[in-house]
Nanobody, 119 residues
């Protein structure tokens, strides 16, 4: 299974960006999908998560600004980021809990996409 992120880039503070993460390979179904981020010199942090039932959870720092969604037909998860701040600058990484058989689940990570917010 591969996870490939896309959509990162440079944006001015106050702007918007949408990043995507497409999963491919031997997939029976995908359970929870998450977005993490890691800024230089900082620990990786959970930004947003969405369950197979579409329940969502967000870090306090992004609540009201970011929205996570998923398209199960495309095995893709999105993160819409609005009102971006310089402190949102980080590599954004996709995570998925993938059921590769009806009874076996494996955790996968993408390589990340860089989001840079200029002041």
């Amino acid at each position: 299974v591969q996870l490939v992120e896309s959509g990162g880039g440079l944006v001015q503070a106050g702007g918007s960006l949408r990043v995507s993460c497409a999963a491919s390979g031997r997939i029976f179904m995908i359970n929870a999908r998450c977005w993490y981020r890691q800024a230089p010199g900082k620990q990786r942090e959970l930004v947003a998560a969405i369950t197979s039932g579409d329940s969502t959870n967000y870090a306090d720092s992004v609540k009201g600004r970011f929205t996570i969604s998923r398209d199960n037909a495309k095995n893709t998860v999105y993160l819409q980021m609005n009102s971006l701040k310089p402190e949102d600058t980080a590599v954004y990484l996709c995570n998925a809990d993938v059921r590769v058989t009806p009874t076996i689940s494996v955790d996968y990570w993408g390589k990340g996409t860089l989001v840079t917010v200029s002041s």
